[in-house]
Structure formats: structure tokens, C-alpha cells
């Protein structure tokens, strides 16, 4: 009997989102639409840049944002990561404690992890973190009965950012495939794909039940269109969600293929579009809905988060993603 719907091991951040321009992207010499790992004095180079404009902070890290959303569509969650003892570490603590998830924070010796966010007008999102606390986890971390009481493990190519993370999802894996719990894996960010292609094609292959990328992501994993990933994935036994933008996704399981539409929206700030289409998806799976319409619920999340600033769903959202 599962008692638990969808468990995660993540890096727990704060988001700390800036509206910035192209011409900030350029002078701090950054790349668009990507993710940059920085180290303490260069993330306060960024920060420093934008000293006088508003900022707004929220709780971050992929699967974070998943469980985040999860937790208020009434799912039951478990979390595990590590902060630092500081006040982003507070406030992340009590939000988790606020939404009601299950929560296996602990201390490390560092600064809790903080994204910084450059959101351009044409809503992309480019991300600077610095990972501090978050990444000092190890396999002693991993909640073996909440993953063996849970529908779902959930977890992101972000995981992959040093041997001991590693080691603790392997671990976290092992224990979900034999207690029969549902693996899904969120490929995260083009930049994490480039680095560690094979090894996330062997997760896949071993592992995965349900696998999320979107488009650029696809191609880098397969060195192909997002349609072949979608069927080499399907084809490995998993379930591919390929997110499209504003295509919509495409989702493959066997020889089953859904094309999902977009849920028209004025563009904002693409942060955590993909980590709430995952949240919707899960959420459907748990409910035992079929694929199309769990990829419905998935997309109207994300449509929602795009349309405001951070990684947010808003009450009307949520409603929306409960009644399909």
C-alpha cells in the first residue's frame, strides 16, 4: 500500500529572480537561457549588477519547484536535500513545513544554494548558481521508507554535480526499482545533458519509468530530432514527455504517441515552465488519468507559471489543472 504520492531528492535553493536585458546577458558575459554553475564571488558580481533593482524570492531547485506544486494541488510529498544555517535555509524549511511536505532537510557546513535569475523580456529565464549547502548530501540523506512508500521517485539531471549526489541517487534508485515505486527522471537543462549524455542515457535504460526533456534537451541526448528521442526512450520502456514550447509536448509510451497543445498565454518568465509541466504530469499519474490527460493538466500548469513572474503557480492555475 502507498502512502505517499511523490517523493524527490533535489539541490534546495532560493530563487532570487531580477527583469533584466539583453544587454545585462551580455555584460556579465553570460549565456542565454542556460544554466551557469558560479562560485560565491561570481554570483555576487551578478548580484552586485542588479543592487538596485527589485528582486523577488521564492523556493527553487528543479524538483523542488515539482514537489512545491505537488504539495498544493494536494499531493503527498516527501523532500530531502540540504541547506545552510542561514536564513534561506529558514525560509525554505518553513515553506515545506507551511505546504504540508514531508521534509528531510539537513544542516551542512555552507551558505544555503541560491539561484540568481535574469528574466528578459522575451520571458527566458538565465539562471546563476551558486550551490553552496545544497549539494553537500550524501547517501545518508536518501529517505529509503518514504521512496518505498511513495508512487513516485522524482529527480533531475541537476543531481549529477558531484560523486557523493551521485552515489545518493543511485542509492535512492536501487531502493525504488525494488519496492516497485515509479522512477522519474527530469533531464533539467541542456547544459547538464552535454556533460553527462551516457550516463543519462544508461539511467534511462536501467532505470527510468518516466522521463522529462524538452526539445533541446532531446536532441542533445540522442544527437537527433526530439520526435527519435521521444521513440528511443519509449522504446527503452519509459514514458517521454518531450515539451515543445509553444508546439506544446509529446508524449510516447510503446507505440502509444499523444500530441498535447499549448494552452495559449502572454509570455513572462519561462522559469520553472518545465518543472510544473512535470508536477502536472506526476500529479495525473498518481491519479491514475490516462497520459493525454495527465499531459493536459501539465500544460495548463505551465501556461500559468510562464504568464507571471518566478516559478509560481497561481490559485486559478491550480483549480484550472484539478478539474481536467
Not at 5 to 25: G, R
Not at 85 to 94: R, T, V
Not at 212 to 217: K, S, V
Not at 288 to 308: C, F, H, M, Q, Y
Request: with cysteine; net charge negative.
Amino acid at each position: 500500500m502507498k502512502t505517499l504520492d511523490v517523493v524527490s531528492i533535489c539541490n534546495a535553493l532560493v530563487d532570487i529572480l531580477v527583469k533584466a536585458t539583453d544587454k545585462d546577458i551580455t555584460t556579465l558575459g553570460l549565456n542565454k537561457g542556460i544554466m551557469h554553475l558560479v562560485d560565491d564571488e561570481r554570483q555576487q558580481v551578478v548580484i552586485n549588477h542588479f543592487k538596485s533593482t527589485e528582486t523577488t524570492k521564492e523556493l527553487g531547485g528543479s524538483s523542488m519547484n515539482a514537489i512545491r506544486t505537488l504539495a498544493q494541488l494536494g499531493a503527498k510529498t516527501s523532500f530531502a536535500g540540504t541547506v545552510g544555517k542561514d536564513s534561506y535555509g529558514e525560509l525554505i524549511s518553513s515553506r515545506m513545513k507551511s505546504l504540508g511536505i514531508a521534509s528531510h532537510i539537513q544542516n551542512a557546513p555552507a551558505h544555503t544554494g541560491l539561484c540568481f535569475i535574469l528574466v528578459t523580456p522575451d520571458g527566458e529565464r538565465t539562471m546563476n548558481t551558486s550551490l553552496g549547502a545544497s549539494c553537500l548530501y550524501d547517501d545518508k540523506i536518501v529517505p529509503h521508507d518514504d521512496i518505498k512508500a511513495a508512487k513516485i521517485f522524482h529527480f533531475s539531471g541537476y543531481q549529477w554535480a558531484n560523486e557523493t549526489q551521485i552515489n545518493a541517487i543511485k542509492k535512492a534508485l536501487a531502493t525504488a526499482k525494488e519496492a516497485g515505486t515509479l522512477i522519474s527522471f527530469d533531464l533539467a537543462d541542456p547544459f547538464v545533458v552535454r556533460g553527462c549524455r551516457q550516463e543519462f542515457i544508461k539511467v534511462i535504460e536501467d532505470y527510468a519509468d518516466i522521463v522529462f526533456a524538452n526539445r533541446e534537451e532531446a536532441e542533445l541526448l540522442y544527437e537527433s530530432t526530439p520526435e527519435v528521442a521521444a521513440n528511443k526512450i519509449a522504446a527503452a520502456g519509459a514514458i517521454a514527455a518531450v515539451k515543445l514550447g509553444a508546439e506544446g509536448a509529446l508524449i510516447a509510451k510503446g507505440s502509444e504517441r499523444y500530441a498535447i497543445k499549448p494552452v495559449a498565454t502572454n509570455v513572462i518568465d519561462t522559469t520553472g515552465a518545465g518543472d510544473m509541466f512535470a508536477s502536472g504530469f506526476l500529479y495525473g499519474i498518481t491519479k491514475g488519468l490516462s497520459l493525454e490527460v495527465s499531459g493536459k493538466i501539465a500544460a495548463t500548469l505551465a501556461s500559468d507559471v510562464i504568464s507571471r513572474l518566478g516559478a509560481s503557480v497561481s490559485a486559478e492555475g491550480l483549480a484550472k489543472a484539478k478539474a481536467l
